[in-house]
């Protein structure tokens, strides 16, 4: 016979694993969506490819580091992760809820939490992909892997912090503004961000006060992070600072002011 304290014990271990299969169905979805369409492949795979060839065939933009290719990975990695986590997913939130697809959602116990760990899971398996194709043509460019098991570590936990930033982002942008206003905004952004908020290009370039400003914000955090990581094997723990700040703070605007239609 089952106690009443078994009982009451089990339930908390059951409801969380509903939620765990809700957004594990959420994580598939969205997967699915980014990888069937074709405009968004463009933003998360090509782009970001074209972008590590100029930079490792090219010399028109000084890298760190006694050689191209580590420097030009580390910004195309980090280029992978704001393309996914933010653009794509600011976009494709912005007209869900213009067609109603949230509003659908809404009804459900998924909740904009479960919707935000769902959309993130997507991201993550999207950034694997890439990371894989992006790793590949680099080698295939002159790129060789140097460190252990701590710069592996180091990347992923860079591109951990940076998803969680880019999508809680997306989510607060593309869940408050009109679509017409997150395409606009998000492609705008996307642009700024590679030229010049330190994803593609070291903040050393920037003129002024703005390499200070921009390792402030989520790109130039997880840009530079990932390039001193390629390029030293150390580390930057003010990078990882700046990007966990970001994420909790995105993740509580996101889940405050995230409006379903």
Same mark, same amino acid.
């Given at each position: 016979?089952?106690?009443? %304290?078994?009982?009451?014990?089990?339930?908390?271990?059951?409801?969380?694993?509903?939620?765990?299969?809700?957004?594990?169905?959420?994580?598939?979805?969205?997967?699915?969506?980014?990888?069937?369409?074709?405009?968004?492949? +463009?933003?998360?795979?090509?782009?970001?490819?074209?972008?590590?060839?100029?930079?490792?065939?090219?010399?028109? =933009?000084?890298?760190?580091?006694?050689?191209?290719?580590?420097?030009?990975? @580390?910004?195309?990695?980090?280029?992978?992760?704001?393309?996914?986590?933010?653009?794509?997913?600011?976009? @494709?939130?912005?007209?869900?809820?213009?067609?109603? =697809?949230?509003?659908?959602?809404?009804?459900?116990?998924?909740?904009?939490?479960?919707?935000?760990?769902?959309? =993130?899971?997507?991201?993550?398996?999207?950034?694997?992909?890439? %990371?894989?194709?992006?790793?590949? =043509?680099?080698?295939?460019?002159?790129?060789?892997?140097?460190?252990?098991?701590?710069?592996?570590?180091?990347?992923?936990?860079?591109?951990?912090?940076?998803?969680? @930033?880019?999508?809680?982002?997306?989510?607060?942008?593309?869940?408050?503004?009109?679509?017409?206003?997150?395409?606009?905004?998000?492609?705008? +952004?996307?642009?700024?961000?590679?030229?010049?908020?330190?994803?593609?290009?070291?903040?050393?370039?920037?003129?002024?006060?703005?390499?200070?400003?921009?390792?402030?914000?989520?790109?130039?955090?997880?840009?530079?992070?990932?390039?001193?990581?390629?390029? %030293?094997?150390?580390?930057? +723990?003010?990078?990882?600072?700046? +990007?966990?700040?970001?994420?909790?703070?995105?993740?509580?605007?996101?889940?405050?002011?995230?409006?379903?239609?």
């Amino acid at each position: 016979m089952t106690t009443p %304290t078994t009982t009451r014990a089990s339930r908390p271990a059951a409801g969380r694993g509903v939620v765990l299969r809700r957004v594990l169905a959420q994580t598939r979805f969205e997967t699915a969506a980014v990888l069937r369409n074709g405009e968004q492949l +463009l933003l998360t795979f090509v782009l970001p490819l074209i972008a590590l060839v100029v930079l490792v065939r090219t010399d028109v =933009v000084d890298l760190p580091g006694a050689e191209r290719p580590p420097a030009a990975l @580390a910004g195309v990695l980090a280029l992978a992760v704001a393309s996914t986590g933010f653009t794509s997913q600011a976009i @494709a939130v912005a007209f869900d809820r213009r067609w109603g =697809v949230l509003r659908m959602l809404a009804t459900t116990p998924l909740g904009p939490r479960g919707l935000l760990a769902g959309k =993130v899971g997507a991201v993550l398996c999207v950034l694997a992909v890439q %990371t894989i194709v992006l790793v590949v =043509v680099a080698a295939v460019l002159g790129w060789r892997p140097h460190g252990g098991l701590g710069l592996v570590l180091g990347v992923v936990l860079l591109m951990l912090l940076g998803a969680a @930033a880019f999508v809680a982002l997306a989510m607060l942008v593309g869940g408050t503004l009109r679509p017409e206003a997150v395409l606009a905004v998000a492609n705008l +952004l996307w642009v700024l961000m590679a030229a010049g908020g330190g994803l593609l290009l070291p903040v050393s370039t920037l003129p002024g006060p703005l390499p200070t400003i921009v390792f402030l914000l989520p790109s130039g955090a997880l840009g530079e992070g990932l390039r001193t990581l390629a390029t %030293t094997g150390v580390l930057d +723990l003010a990078a990882v600072a700046v +990007l966990a700040v970001w994420a909790a703070a995105g993740t509580w605007l996101a889940a405050r002011f995230f409006r379903w239609d």
